[in-house]
Nanobody, 126 residues
Framework: QVQLVESGGGLVQAGGSLRLSCAVS????????MGWFRQAPGKEREFVSA????????SYGDSVKGRFTISRDNAKNTVYLQMNSLEPEDTAVYFC???????????????????WGQGTQVTVSS
């Protein structure tokens, strides 16, 4: 079993920055590709970003490209999401997820991920 715990959410003004963290325990962290998703009220959960086991591959959803950066520290069993130039449209609950399958392309859909955290709220005021 794998446990994921997100932190770092909060309230920030438009144009500001936040860094989310996701601490992973229970299995060897480096065996998993990691992803971030978000879900705004009344909307479906959407893909934000993903990073490969070794950190050499990353991918981003179109709405966050150029503003968000994903990274990981395998020594600390933690994945990060640096969010810059935040917009009110970024307001959502942010979830991290772990994918234990071996893929040629980073997973970007909910069903491809095996484990999920409980989420952390990000609110961007205008």
């Amino acid at each position: 079993q794998v446990q994921l715990v997100e932190s770092g959410g909060g309230l920030v003004q438009a144009g500001g920055s936040l860094r989310l963290s996701c601490a992973v325990s229970g299995r060897t962290f480096r065996y998993y590709d990691m992803g971030w998703f978000r879900q705004a009220p009344g909307k479906e959960r959407e893909f934000v970003s993903a990073i490969s086991r070794g950190g050499t591959m990353t991918s981003y959803g179109d709405s966050v490209k150029g503003r968000f950066t994903i990274s990981r520290d395998n020594a600390k069993n933690t994945v990060y999401l640096q969010m810059n130039s935040l917009e009110p449209e970024d307001t959502a609950v942010y979830f991290c997820a772990a994918d234990g399958s071996w893929r040629s392309v980073l997973a970007s859909t909910i069903g491809e991920y095996d484990y999920w955290g409980q989420g952390t709220q990000v609110t961007v005021s205008s």
